[in-house]
């Protein structure tokens, strides 16, 4: 009854936290894992002892052991999955909302709170991290709870006050290292209230400061080896930032929606303006204490400005370490100064329609702009390691310059191959020195790794052998090299006949490129059946001369805008091809290009003659 109770009394929240569940739950599994969060299931996996996990995670991560931890348990309890991963993300992304609400309600009052709450609860970069299996939601929940805190402290210095916020500051530290940052920031703004602080109350303000400081320490032992070595750091992939770098970050934070950040930008004004008509206010504790604008001022600018100073600062004498995900941390003191700049509007009409805009206008942005929920934006990485594993019937070794991140995938109870960690130039120049080791294999890649072999090993392939079947996703990519000497160069089209244009079941199709030049053909296209998915359908091409076709060595294309142009309903983005061939092997004559398509599954079968020729 007690709950029903508080939800009655509080719910607008409720609904708000219901909402914020809403978007992130809400195909939470949909995009495959990428490159980082691949390295959250490696260093969690409930199968490593406990007793080398932290070696593990020292030895991967750049980050505190405390995420990797409890996460490590929450596999051992509902399963090693991506799908429980992510939930736990969506899970504290969704108590950071209401983290959130706490601070407003107690640096401003109860509608700034619920209005932080509601901003949150659609902002695009909260929720992208809501349903990323990695440690930044937590970082942003315990920074919030660890100001939400500190402001408590401040009003109350008391004991059990300063045990909560050194706890609160602890989790945040431990949840990533850019929480020093901000415990800086929290720390000037503690000797700044102890210098206002009277005579007699600085001596149990230091005290209890001190407590929560040292509480902080021992929480942090366990990641101050890894800090350690992570300060040690002189080269990292992080680019030097450019001038602008912050200004993409912050309208990274927004979703770079131009409506969004129009309005975003609109409320910071309103909000300096309020600033510049406030009185004069003594500068003492108490006087700071009880002015909320004021007292929000003084506990939001450092925030904000110390956390993006001293990195940018370092990243200039140092080494670069600004990346968006980092600054995660601010964005909670921006939803602050855009709920307080709403709470100006003194009419409830105008402060819910500026509320309604902002909701508005973000969730056309996430759902029908920028199809959040609906397109890719993560390396499928998932679905080219599956195709892998349901076209390798002969478990042929797995090669990958990413070697490190595919047990995951290929090494677990339902598939097991052997991966080797070499890059295709470094396997390929194994086999031209020991030609015993020259037999069939599947290279897998991406994130920005492209099939791009050197010229030598290009030409070793070409003489070696053919890739008779890939796959080409989003960053992400699988390719099955097998023998040249295995392939039959010629196909039985006796069956058709009499050849025609069309002969057996007709297919849509086109031929995009046929272009010769020094004896070598390039041509490109996609062919498909219609009604049906092309996942299992086999494409061919052919030159046909006198009655008798022989095949040309061809690579599949990945091609999604052949699936949207046509609005199909079935996934045809399996369709293309293409070929780079020398025809200087054909004897002379003349050769016409011709597709053929065959899929068991349906049983269709059909073989087209274009008009395309080449003549030798």
């Known amino acids: 009854m007690k709950v029903l109770q508080k939800i009655k009394e509080n719910y607008i929240l409720f609904l708000i936290l219901l909402f914020?569940?809403?978007?992130?739950?809400?195909?939470?599994?949909?995009?495959?894992?990428?490159?980082?969060?691949?390295?959250?299931?490696?260093?969690?996996?409930?199968?490593?002892?406990?007793?080398?996990?932290?070696?593990?995670?020292?030895?991967?991560?750049?980050?505190?052991?405390?995420?990797?931890?409890?996460?490590?348990?929450?596999?051992?309890?509902?399963?090693?999955?991506?799908?429980?991963?992510?939930?736990?993300?969506?899970?504290?992304?969704?108590?950071?909302i209401f983290s959130i609400y706490l601070l407003g309600k107690e640096m401003i009052n109860k509608k700034a709170g619920l209005v932080a709450a509601l901003l949150l609860s659609v902002n695009p970069f909260h929720l992208y991290y809501s349903q990323d299996a990695r440690p930044y939601v937590f970082l942003f929940l315990f920074t919030t709870l660890a100001f939400y805190f500190l402001i408590k402290f401040l009003k109350l210095p008391s004991k059990k006050n300063a045990l909560y916020y050194g706890i609160a500051t602890a989790m945040m530290i431990n949840s990533h290292f850019f929480g020093l940052f901000v415990l800086f920031s929290q720390y000037l703004l503690l000797l700044f209230f102890l210098i206002l602080s009277k005579k007699e109350h600085k001596k149990p303000f230091l005290t209890n400061s001190f407590i929560s400081g040292v509480i902080t320490l021992i929480l942090f032992v366990p990641s101050i080896q890894i800090f350690i070595k992570v300060s040690e750091i002189k080269e990292f992939w992080i680019p030097a930032p450019t001038l602008d770098v912050y200004t993409l970050i912050f309208k990274e934070f927004f979703g770079n929606s131009e409506l969004v950040l129009t309005l975003v930008g609109l409320l910071f004004f309103v909000y300096f303006i309020k600033l510049s008509k406030e009185k004069d206010t003594s500068f003492e504790y108490k006087s700071i204490i009880e002015n909320k604008t004021?007292?929000?001022?003084?506990?939001?600018?450092?925030?904000?400005?110390?956390?993006?100073?001293?990195?940018?600062?370092?990243?200039?004498?140092?080494?670069?370490?600004?990346?968006?995900?980092?600054?995660?941390?601010?964005?909670?003191?921006?939803?602050?100064?855009?709920?307080?700049?709403i709470n100006q509007f003194k009419n409830k009409i105008i402060q819910i329609g500026i509320i309604g805009f902002f909701i508005v206008f973000s969730l056309i942005d996430i759902i029908i702009v920028k199809k959040y929920y609906t397109s890719i934006n993560k390396?499928?990485?998932?679905?080219?390691?599956?195709?892998?594993?349901?076209?390798?019937?002969?478990?042929?070794?797995?090669?990958?310059s990413l070697g490190w991140y595919m047990p995951y995938f290929l090494k677990n109870e339902k598939a097991y191959y052997e991966i080797i960690d070499k890059t295709l130039d470094a396997y390929i120049a194994e086999m031209e020195q020991d030609s015993t080791k020259i037999k069939p294999f599947w290279f897998t890649d991406g994130f920005g790794r492209e099939y791009v072999p050197s010229e030598t090993s290009l030409k070793f392939i070409n003489e070696n052998f053919y890739i008779d079947n890939n796959y080409d996703g989003f960053q992400a990519w699988s390719k099955h090299f097998i023998l040249l000497k295995d392939i039959s160069s010629t196909i039985d089209i006796s069956k058709f006949k009499k050849l025609k244009p069309y002969n057996g079941d007709a297919f849509m199709f086109n031929v995009e490129t046929f272009e010769i030049a020094n004896n070598i053909l390039n041509t490109s296209g996609w062919a498909y059946f219609e009604n049906q998915e092309d996942s299992k359908t086999t494409l061919e091409l052919l030159f046909i001369k006198d009655g008798k076709a022989t095949k040309l060595l061809k690579q599949k294309v990945n091609r999604p805008d052949v699936t949207s142009y046509f609005n199909n309903k079935f996934n045809v983005d399996n369709s293309g091809f293409k070929s780079t061939y020398d025809i200087s092997k054909f004897g002379q004559g003349k050769y016409q290009l011709a597709i053929y398509l065959l899929d068991k599954s349906t049983n269709k079968e059909g073989l087209v003659l274009t008009e395309k020729f080449i003549k030798n």
Do not use: C
């Open 20 to 96: 914020g569940a809403i978007l992130r739950f809400y195909h939470i599994d949909f995009q495959s894992i990428w490159l980082d969060e691949i390295h959250t299931m490696n260093e969690a996996n409930p199968r490593t002892p406990s007793s080398e996990l932290y070696n593990l995670i020292t030895n991967s991560e750049q980050m505190p052991p405390f995420y990797f931890y409890s996460l490590y348990f929450i596999f051992k309890i509902a399963g090693y999955t991506t799908f429980v991963a992510r939930m736990y993300s969506a899970i504290i992304g969704i108590v950071s």
């Open 294 to 341: 004021i007292f929000a001022f003084v506990i939001l600018i450092p925030w904000i400005i110390i956390v993006l100073l001293i990195p940018l600062i370092r990243s200039y004498l140092s080494i670069p370490m600004i990346i968006s995900r980092y600054f995660i941390t601010v964005l909670p003191a921006l939803i602050i100064i855009l709920s307080i700049a």
């Open 379 to 400: 390396a499928q990485f998932r679905e080219s390691t599956q195709f892998i594993i349901n076209n390798n019937s002969k478990k042929e070794p797995v090669v990958s």
